[in-house]
């Protein structure tokens, strides 16, 4: 699964990076982003690209109770274009959610160690998401989910699975604005390959969601 992540980058960073035009409204950077939270997602309008935030945590506009986010973080790639919760999203409402890295916790004989897994090659990366809009008698609420899949060589030892980043090249196709088949999504993802990771091990402040600051990414020493 993808549970924790970072996106320790400026507005002016991610504004270059993905070519957006409209500012980022309350961005700052984050250190321990958690489910439940709202995260930085790109969307393809029609016309351009538009970042905004989104509910952690994807709520089917049919749902009856929005707390089902809160068993909805992840989206399994393997089966998401079966599933009657994801796959209208995977025909229409993809989405790429902006990061810097993840975090994953390593079992060993002494316990679970948290691991910050990011690129080899690059800073800045995005996971394959869907998003729904959902309302109430009273709110309405934009959420996502974070498609995942088996994990690479890397990462099994780590864990079983990682969360879908997508190659640079194609983040463009994956949030066209046009209607694709939820099987032919499947093959798109099921033909990504993988970039380059690698990852440290830092400390167990991570595990909880109140610690939001730099110490969070600092590699272990001991």
């Not at 549970?3 to 409204?25: C, H, K, M, P, V």
């Not at 090249?169 to 939820?182: A, G, L, M, T």
């Not at 380059?196 to 400390?203: E, I, K, P, R």
Request: aromatic share 10%; net charge neutral.
């Amino acid at each position: 699964m993808c549970g924790r992540f970072t996106l320790n980058a400026s507005e002016l960073e991610i504004l270059d990076e993905y070519n957006l035009e409209d500012t980022i409204q309350s961005h700052t950077p984050r250190f321990n982003i958690a489910p439940g939270q709202n995260i930085l997602a790109i969307i393809h309008d029609g016309n351009k690209r538009r970042a905004g935030f989104l509910k952690w945590g994807l709520v089917p506009f049919w749902a009856k109770d929005p707390k089902i986010g809160y068993k909805m973080i992840n989206a399994r790639s393997e089966t998401a274009h079966e599933k009657p919760s994801f796959k209208n999203l995977l025909a229409s409402k993809r989405c790429l959610i902006i990061a810097d890295s993840f975090y994953e916790w390593q079992k060993s004989e002494s316990g679970k160690q948290p691991k910050r897994i990011s690129l080899n090659d690059r800073k800045l990366f995005t996971f394959a998401g869907l998003w729904d809009k959902w309302e109430g008698d009273e709110q309405s609420l934009y959420t996502c989910t974070i498609l995942t899949k088996q994990a690479n060589e890397f990462m099994s030892p780590i864990h079983d699975r990682m969360p879908v980043i997508l190659p640079k090249e194609k983040e463009d196709q994956w949030i066209e604005p046009i209607k694709r088949n939820p099987a032919d999504v499947h093959e798109f993802l099921i033909n990504t390959s993988m970039e380059q990771l690698t990852s440290y091990n830092v400390s167990d402040i991570v595990n909880s969601v109140k610690n939001e600051d730099e110490a969070c990414i600092k590699p272990l020493t001991s």
